[in-house]
Protein backbone atom coordinates (compact mmCIF):
# COMPACT_ATOMS: atom_id res chain seq x y z
CA UNK A 1 0.00 0.00 0.00
CA UNK A 2 2.63 2.03 0.57
CA UNK A 3 4.73 1.79 -2.32
CA UNK A 4 1.79 2.26 -4.27
CA UNK A 5 0.98 5.43 -2.49
CA UNK A 6 4.39 6.88 -3.41
CA UNK A 7 4.15 6.08 -7.04
CA UNK A 8 1.01 7.83 -6.97
CA UNK A 9 2.30 10.92 -5.49
CA UNK A 10 5.17 10.48 -7.91
CA UNK A 11 3.08 10.40 -11.11
CA UNK A 12 0.79 13.20 -9.28
CA UNK A 13 4.38 15.30 -9.49
CA UNK A 14 5.57 14.49 -12.80
CA UNK A 15 2.43 15.00 -14.92
CA UNK A 16 2.67 18.68 -14.73
CA UNK A 17 5.81 19.01 -15.72
CA UNK A 18 5.09 16.67 -18.43
CA UNK A 19 2.28 18.28 -19.41
CA UNK A 20 3.76 22.11 -19.68
CA UNK A 21 6.84 20.69 -21.78
CA UNK A 22 3.80 18.73 -23.99
CA UNK A 23 1.47 21.57 -24.07
CA UNK A 24 4.53 24.33 -24.99
CA UNK A 25 2.60 26.41 -27.53
CA UNK A 26 4.23 26.98 -31.26
CA UNK A 27 3.84 30.05 -33.05
CA UNK A 28 5.30 29.52 -37.14
CA UNK A 29 7.15 32.41 -39.07
CA UNK A 30 6.59 31.99 -42.96
CA UNK A 31 9.45 34.32 -44.84
CA UNK A 32 10.35 33.86 -48.15
CA UNK A 33 14.31 34.73 -47.55
CA UNK A 34 16.12 31.56 -47.99
CA UNK A 35 17.51 29.34 -44.88
CA UNK A 36 20.81 31.56 -44.52
CA UNK A 37 19.76 35.42 -45.14
CA UNK A 38 20.39 37.61 -42.46
CA UNK A 39 16.48 38.24 -41.37
CA UNK A 40 16.19 34.74 -40.25
CA UNK A 41 19.34 34.28 -38.63
CA UNK A 42 19.42 38.06 -36.73
CA UNK A 43 15.75 38.85 -36.41
CA UNK A 44 14.00 36.03 -36.28
CA UNK A 45 16.71 33.80 -34.54
CA UNK A 46 16.59 36.84 -32.01
CA UNK A 47 13.25 37.00 -31.60
CA UNK A 48 12.75 32.94 -31.09
CA UNK A 49 15.32 32.98 -28.73
CA UNK A 50 13.46 36.01 -26.42
CA UNK A 51 9.96 34.23 -26.65
CA UNK A 52 10.89 30.66 -25.48
CA UNK A 53 13.47 32.48 -22.49
CA UNK A 54 10.68 34.94 -21.69
CA UNK A 55 8.22 32.31 -21.44
CA UNK A 56 10.30 29.35 -20.05
CA UNK A 57 10.19 27.65 -22.80
CA UNK A 58 6.10 27.71 -22.56
CA UNK A 59 5.92 29.22 -26.14
CA UNK A 60 7.90 29.26 -28.99
CA UNK A 61 8.83 30.05 -32.43
CA UNK A 62 9.21 27.80 -35.38
CA UNK A 63 10.79 29.38 -38.94
CA UNK A 64 9.80 28.05 -42.36
CA UNK A 65 11.78 30.35 -44.46
CA UNK A 66 11.99 29.98 -48.60
CA UNK A 67 8.54 29.63 -49.11
CA UNK A 68 8.33 26.42 -47.21
CA UNK A 69 4.89 27.56 -46.47
CA UNK A 70 3.69 29.04 -49.82
CA UNK A 71 6.19 30.03 -52.92
CA UNK A 72 7.27 33.47 -53.43
CA UNK A 73 6.86 36.46 -51.46
CA UNK A 74 3.53 38.34 -52.75
CA UNK A 75 0.83 36.50 -50.35
CA UNK A 76 2.92 37.20 -47.31
CA UNK A 77 0.32 39.75 -46.10
CA UNK A 78 -2.63 37.27 -47.04
CA UNK A 79 -1.01 34.37 -45.25
CA UNK A 80 -0.98 36.41 -42.12
CA UNK A 81 -4.89 37.13 -42.10
CA UNK A 82 -5.73 33.71 -43.37
CA UNK A 83 -3.79 31.91 -40.65
CA UNK A 84 -1.39 29.92 -43.01
CA UNK A 85 1.30 31.01 -40.74
CA UNK A 86 1.01 32.71 -37.50
CA UNK A 87 3.38 35.31 -38.24
CA UNK A 88 5.18 36.72 -41.47
CA UNK A 89 7.80 39.33 -42.89
CA UNK A 90 6.70 40.96 -46.09
CA UNK A 91 7.44 43.53 -48.35
CA UNK A 92 4.66 46.07 -48.13
CA UNK A 93 5.49 47.01 -51.86
CA UNK A 94 4.11 43.90 -53.11
CA UNK A 95 1.11 44.62 -51.20
CA UNK A 96 0.89 48.41 -52.02
CA UNK A 97 -2.88 48.72 -52.25
CA UNK A 98 -2.70 48.03 -48.55
CA UNK A 99 -0.26 50.02 -47.62
CA UNK A 100 -0.32 53.26 -49.43
CA UNK A 101 0.39 55.37 -46.13
CA UNK A 102 3.36 53.15 -45.20
CA UNK A 103 4.73 53.57 -49.12
CA UNK A 104 5.17 56.91 -48.69
CA UNK A 105 8.37 55.89 -46.61
CA UNK A 106 9.78 54.61 -50.07
CA UNK A 107 10.59 57.29 -52.25
CA UNK A 108 13.87 59.18 -51.97
CA UNK A 109 13.81 61.40 -48.91
CA UNK A 110 16.06 62.78 -45.90
CA UNK A 111 17.45 59.40 -44.91
CA UNK A 112 20.08 57.27 -45.96
CA UNK A 113 20.69 54.37 -43.94
CA UNK A 114 18.36 52.27 -43.04
CA UNK A 115 18.28 52.77 -39.19
CA UNK A 116 16.90 56.45 -40.34
CA UNK A 117 14.66 55.56 -42.37
CA UNK A 118 12.93 53.54 -39.81
CA UNK A 119 13.08 56.09 -37.03
CA UNK A 120 11.36 58.74 -39.29
CA UNK A 121 8.91 55.71 -40.25
CA UNK A 122 8.12 54.97 -36.90
CA UNK A 123 7.81 58.67 -35.27
CA UNK A 124 5.05 59.13 -37.23
CA UNK A 125 3.30 55.91 -37.83
CA UNK A 126 0.71 55.80 -34.98
CA UNK A 127 -0.36 59.19 -36.44
CA UNK A 128 -0.33 58.64 -39.87
CA UNK A 129 -0.24 54.58 -40.72
CA UNK A 130 -1.39 52.54 -38.22
CA UNK A 131 -4.81 51.74 -39.73
CA UNK A 132 -3.33 50.20 -42.41
CA UNK A 133 -2.68 47.26 -40.28
CA UNK A 134 -5.90 46.63 -38.41
CA UNK A 135 -6.67 43.64 -39.67
CA UNK A 136 -3.98 41.80 -37.96
CA UNK A 137 -1.20 42.30 -35.24
CA UNK A 138 1.05 44.89 -35.96
CA UNK A 139 4.93 43.66 -35.07
CA UNK A 140 6.92 46.23 -36.52
CA UNK A 141 7.61 48.02 -39.70
CA UNK A 142 11.44 48.72 -40.86
CA UNK A 143 13.12 49.56 -44.13
CA UNK A 144 15.85 48.21 -46.27
CA UNK A 145 18.09 51.51 -47.88
CA UNK A 146 18.62 51.21 -51.73
CA UNK A 147 21.47 52.50 -52.03
CA UNK A 148 22.62 51.36 -55.21
CA UNK A 149 21.89 50.69 -58.62
CA UNK A 150 23.06 47.12 -60.51
CA UNK A 151 22.83 47.44 -63.80
CA UNK A 152 23.98 45.94 -67.02
CA UNK A 153 25.16 48.81 -68.48
CA UNK A 154 26.22 52.03 -67.30
CA UNK A 155 23.35 54.25 -65.63
CA UNK A 156 25.61 56.72 -63.58
CA UNK A 157 24.38 59.71 -65.65
CA UNK A 158 21.13 60.98 -66.76
CA UNK A 159 21.73 60.04 -70.26
CA UNK A 160 22.77 56.27 -69.57
CA UNK A 161 19.35 56.55 -67.66
CA UNK A 162 17.24 57.10 -70.74
CA UNK A 163 15.58 54.50 -72.15
CA UNK A 164 17.00 52.16 -69.60
CA UNK A 165 14.82 49.00 -68.19
CA UNK A 166 15.18 49.61 -64.26
CA UNK A 167 13.44 47.47 -61.63
CA UNK A 168 12.73 50.45 -58.57
CA UNK A 169 11.94 49.50 -54.85
CA UNK A 170 7.94 49.99 -55.65
CA UNK A 171 5.64 50.88 -58.49
CA UNK A 172 4.37 53.66 -56.54
CA UNK A 173 7.94 55.50 -57.70
CA UNK A 174 7.24 54.52 -61.33
CA UNK A 175 6.78 58.33 -62.14
CA UNK A 176 10.32 59.34 -60.35
CA UNK A 177 11.73 56.65 -62.93
CA UNK A 178 10.16 58.00 -65.69
CA UNK A 179 11.37 61.39 -64.86
CA UNK A 180 14.80 59.94 -64.50
CA UNK A 181 14.49 59.03 -68.46
CA UNK A 182 14.38 55.14 -67.29
CA UNK A 183 11.72 52.82 -67.88
CA UNK A 184 10.16 50.67 -64.81
CA UNK A 185 9.83 47.53 -64.81
CA UNK A 186 8.69 45.70 -61.80
CA UNK A 187 10.51 42.39 -60.30
CA UNK A 188 10.36 40.48 -57.06
CA UNK A 189 13.84 40.79 -55.86
CA UNK A 190 13.27 36.43 -56.23
CA UNK A 191 13.40 37.63 -60.10
CA UNK A 192 16.34 39.87 -60.81
CA UNK A 193 19.04 37.65 -61.25
CA UNK A 194 17.54 36.35 -63.83
CA UNK A 195 16.31 39.38 -65.11
CA UNK A 196 19.69 40.96 -65.17
CA UNK A 197 21.27 37.65 -66.88
CA UNK A 198 18.89 37.63 -70.07
CA UNK A 199 18.76 41.38 -70.63
CA UNK A 200 15.27 41.36 -69.62
CA UNK A 201 16.01 44.15 -67.56
CA UNK A 202 19.56 46.68 -67.42
CA UNK A 203 19.41 47.89 -63.48
CA UNK A 204 17.93 47.41 -60.49
CA UNK A 205 17.75 49.31 -57.02
CA UNK A 206 19.55 47.12 -54.60
CA UNK A 207 21.19 47.27 -51.58
CA UNK A 208 24.67 46.30 -50.80
CA UNK A 209 23.11 42.83 -49.48
CA UNK A 210 21.68 42.47 -52.46
CA UNK A 211 25.01 42.58 -54.61
CA UNK A 212 26.63 39.49 -52.24
CA UNK A 213 25.54 36.08 -51.37
CA UNK A 214 22.60 34.90 -51.40
CA UNK A 215 21.57 37.24 -53.95
CA UNK A 216 24.00 37.61 -55.88
CA UNK A 217 23.83 39.96 -58.36
CA UNK A 218 27.60 40.44 -58.46
CA UNK A 219 27.16 37.59 -60.87
CA UNK A 220 25.29 39.22 -63.29
CA UNK A 221 26.11 42.72 -62.97
CA UNK A 222 28.94 45.11 -64.75
CA UNK A 223 27.99 48.28 -62.89
CA UNK A 224 27.20 49.14 -59.53
CA UNK A 225 25.92 52.57 -59.39
CA UNK A 226 26.81 54.41 -56.12
CA UNK A 227 25.73 57.91 -55.12
CA UNK A 228 21.91 57.54 -56.15
CA UNK A 229 19.03 58.99 -54.54
CA UNK A 230 18.45 56.40 -51.72
CA UNK A 231 14.99 54.39 -52.32
CA UNK A 232 13.53 52.17 -49.58
CA UNK A 233 11.76 48.73 -49.38
CA UNK A 234 9.22 49.29 -46.50
CA UNK A 235 9.04 45.89 -44.78
CA UNK A 236 6.55 44.38 -42.08
CA UNK A 237 6.45 41.34 -39.39
CA UNK A 238 2.70 40.73 -38.86
CA UNK A 239 0.76 38.51 -36.72
CA UNK A 240 -2.72 36.71 -37.47
CA UNK A 241 -5.04 38.58 -35.43
CA UNK A 242 -7.21 35.91 -34.04
CA UNK A 243 -3.95 33.77 -33.34
CA UNK A 244 -2.88 36.74 -31.44
CA UNK A 245 -6.09 37.16 -29.24
CA UNK A 246 -6.21 33.43 -28.17
CA UNK A 247 -3.25 33.69 -26.50
CA UNK A 248 -2.70 33.45 -23.00
CA UNK A 249 -2.21 37.29 -21.23
CA UNK A 250 1.17 36.30 -20.49
CA UNK A 251 2.05 34.92 -23.84
CA UNK A 252 0.55 38.27 -25.68
CA UNK A 253 2.62 40.37 -22.95
CA UNK A 254 5.92 38.46 -24.31
CA UNK A 255 4.68 39.35 -27.96
CA UNK A 256 3.77 43.12 -27.29
CA UNK A 257 7.11 43.73 -25.01
CA UNK A 258 9.16 42.56 -27.92
CA UNK A 259 6.98 43.98 -31.12
CA UNK A 260 7.48 47.62 -31.71
CA UNK A 261 10.92 49.51 -31.18
CA UNK A 262 12.83 46.10 -29.71
CA UNK A 263 11.47 44.67 -33.31
CA UNK A 264 12.21 47.22 -36.15
CA UNK A 265 15.35 48.01 -34.11
CA UNK A 266 16.75 45.24 -34.81
CA UNK A 267 15.27 44.51 -38.52
CA UNK A 268 16.45 47.70 -39.15
CA UNK A 269 20.06 46.76 -37.47
CA UNK A 270 20.18 43.26 -39.47
CA UNK A 271 19.73 44.89 -42.89
CA UNK A 272 22.70 48.01 -42.05
CA UNK A 273 24.84 45.50 -40.97
CA UNK A 274 24.52 43.01 -43.57
CA UNK A 275 25.16 46.15 -46.17
CA UNK A 276 28.26 47.02 -44.13
CA UNK A 277 29.49 43.88 -44.03
CA UNK A 278 28.87 43.27 -47.94
CA UNK A 279 30.22 46.79 -48.60
CA UNK A 280 33.24 45.49 -47.47
CA UNK A 281 33.48 41.68 -49.15
CA UNK A 282 32.72 44.29 -52.57
CA UNK A 283 35.92 46.02 -51.39
CA UNK A 284 38.01 42.64 -50.85
CA UNK A 285 36.08 40.17 -53.16
CA UNK A 286 37.85 39.11 -56.84
CA UNK A 287 33.91 38.73 -58.25
CA UNK A 288 34.17 42.76 -57.90
CA UNK A 289 36.71 42.52 -60.86
CA UNK A 290 34.40 42.01 -63.47
CA UNK A 291 32.03 44.97 -61.95
CA UNK A 292 32.83 48.15 -62.39
CA UNK A 293 31.94 50.47 -59.38
CA UNK A 294 31.21 54.01 -60.24
CA UNK A 295 29.76 57.38 -58.40
CA UNK A 296 27.40 59.12 -59.90
CA UNK A 297 28.94 63.11 -60.21
CA UNK A 298 27.78 65.73 -58.15
CA UNK A 299 26.72 67.85 -61.08
CA UNK A 300 24.29 64.21 -62.62
CA UNK A 301 23.05 63.75 -59.03
CA UNK A 302 21.88 67.51 -58.99
CA UNK A 303 20.01 66.91 -62.01
CA UNK A 304 18.94 63.00 -60.68
CA UNK A 305 17.77 65.11 -57.74
CA UNK A 306 15.65 67.62 -59.49
CA UNK A 307 14.05 64.43 -61.64
CA UNK A 308 12.93 63.24 -58.12
CA UNK A 309 10.88 66.51 -56.90
CA UNK A 310 9.48 66.25 -60.64
CA UNK A 311 8.28 62.57 -59.93
CA UNK A 312 7.03 63.34 -56.30
CA UNK A 313 4.65 65.46 -57.61
CA UNK A 314 3.41 63.14 -59.59
CA UNK A 315 3.13 60.67 -57.05
CA UNK A 316 1.14 63.12 -54.62
CA UNK A 317 -1.31 64.31 -57.53
CA UNK A 318 -1.79 60.67 -57.92
CA UNK A 319 -2.56 60.09 -54.22
CA UNK A 320 -5.28 62.65 -54.30
CA UNK A 321 -7.15 60.99 -57.18
CA UNK A 322 -7.20 58.20 -55.00
CA UNK A 323 -8.77 59.80 -52.13
CA UNK A 324 -5.57 60.42 -49.90
CA UNK A 325 -5.37 64.09 -49.88
CA UNK A 326 -2.41 64.38 -47.09
CA UNK A 327 0.00 62.25 -48.97
CA UNK A 328 2.34 65.26 -49.28
CA UNK A 329 1.52 66.17 -45.47
CA UNK A 330 2.76 62.18 -44.38
CA UNK A 331 6.20 62.54 -46.53
CA UNK A 332 7.22 66.10 -45.19
CA UNK A 333 6.14 64.62 -42.22
CA UNK A 334 8.79 61.56 -42.75
CA UNK A 335 11.16 63.62 -43.85
CA UNK A 336 11.01 66.83 -41.45
Not at 194 to 220: C, E, H, K, M, R
Amino acid sequence: MRLSKLLCIAALTVAPMLGSKASAEELTVATFMPPQHHINVNLFGWLGKEVEKRSNGSLKIKLFPAGQLGAGPVQQYKRAVEGVADITFGVSAYTASIFPKTMLIIPPGKSKTAKESTERLNKVFDKYMADEYRAVKNLGVFTVAGSLWAATKDVSTMNGLKGKKLVPFAAMTTPIIQALGAVPIQLPVTKIYTGLSTGTIDATYASYNNITQPWNFWDVSKYVVGNIPVSFAATYVIMNKERYDGLSAAHRKIIDDLSGNPLVSRGAATFDGADAKSEQLMRTSPKMKKVKWVSVANAERSKMDAAVKKGLEQIFAGYKKRGIGNAREIYNAINR
